[in-house]
């Protein structure tokens, strides 16, 4: 009868409950002594993760092995296909080249967990970073894709970052065009969306 019950409330908690999907995970980035008040977010990003590792000390006693947390690190991981004039790659390419510290967010923009008359609240992990690794993969066939590994200076911190709803549309759409009349294209001084090297 406990089972039952347990179930049943467990099926109740779960309603509207839906596993996050990765493309509403993303990482935005800012040089350390950018103060603009948006971050960016690199295009064509295929992927990114977030490591974090807790090393234990352990001490053999008679009553068994004493464990206890020392040091901690933690890492970004991004990959993303390469393109022409993105902001994002070349300021994680100059950050490698030049032992620059960066600012990144990971930024869950499914769902804001407040919302705001003009900027919404979403659950973020913010690190300040070096560029441990940086690679860049030209296949013969197939398009140029660039990993790069972002070691966390200290400790990441768990917040809410502010974003206004129009910035989190404008991230979804990415590369995305509007649609277009008959020869407007030609005319739209932006109509550059860059392209992805292959």
Same mark, same amino acid.
């Given at each position: 009868?406990?089972?039952?019950?347990?179930?049943?409330? $467990?099926? *109740?908690?779960?309603?509207?409950?839906? =596993?996050?999907?990765?493309?509403?995970?993303?990482?935005?980035?800012?040089?350390?002594?950018?103060?603009?008040?948006?971050?960016? +977010? /690199?295009? /064509?990003?295929?992927?990114?993760?977030?490591?974090?590792? &807790?090393?234990?000390?352990?001490? =053999?006693?008679? !009553?068994?092995?004493?464990?206890?947390?020392?040091?901690?690190?933690?890492?970004?991981?991004?990959?993303?296909?390469?393109?022409?004039?993105?902001?994002?790659?070349?300021?994680?390419?100059?950050?490698?080249?030049?032992? !620059?510290?960066?600012?990144? $967010?990971?930024?869950?923009?499914? !769902?804001? %967990?407040?919302? #705001?008359?003009?900027? &919404?609240?979403?659950?973020?992990?913010?690190?300040?970073?070096? %560029?441990?690794?940086?690679?860049?993969?030209? =296949? /013969?066939?197939?398009?140029?894709?660039?990993? /790069?590994?972002?070691?966390?200076?200290?400790? =990441?911190? +768990?917040?809410?970052?502010?974003?206004?709803? *129009?910035?989190?549309? !404008?991230?979804? +759409?990415?590369?995305?065009?509007?649609?277009?009349?008959? #020869?407007?294209?030609?005319? &739209?001084?932006?109509?550059?969306?860059?392209?992805?090297?292959?």
């Amino acid at each position: 009868m406990s089972i039952i019950h347990f179930t049943e409330e $467990w099926i *109740e908690m779960s309603k509207n409950k839906n =596993p996050l999907a990765g493309i509403d995970s993303i990482l935005l980035f800012q040089a350390i002594d950018d103060d603009s008040p948006t971050g960016m +977010r /690199a295009a /064509a990003q295929t992927e990114h993760t977030f490591s974090l590792e &807790n090393e234990m000390a352990e001490e =053999p006693t008679k !009553d068994g092995t004493v464990v206890l947390p020392s040091s901690q690190t933690s890492s970004f991981e991004m990959t993303c296909f390469v393109v022409k004039g993105d902001e994002v790659q070349e300021l994680v390419e100059d950050a490698a080249f030049n032992k !620059d510290m960066l600012q990144v $967010w990971e930024v869950y923009i499914d !769902d804001p %967990v407040e919302e #705001g008359t003009e900027k &919404n609240k979403y659950k973020s992990i913010y690190a300040q970073s070096f %560029v441990e690794g940086l690679e860049k993969e030209n =296949p /013969a066939e197939g398009m140029v894709e660039l990993s /790069a590994t972002l070691k966390c200076h200290l400790t =990441p911190q +768990r917040g809410e970052l502010e974003l206004s709803p *129009e910035f989190v549309e !404008d991230i979804k +759409r990415s590369l995305q065009y509007d649609f277009q009349q008959f #020869g407007e294209w030609a005319g &739209n001084e932006d109509g550059d969306q860059g392209g992805v090297e292959g």
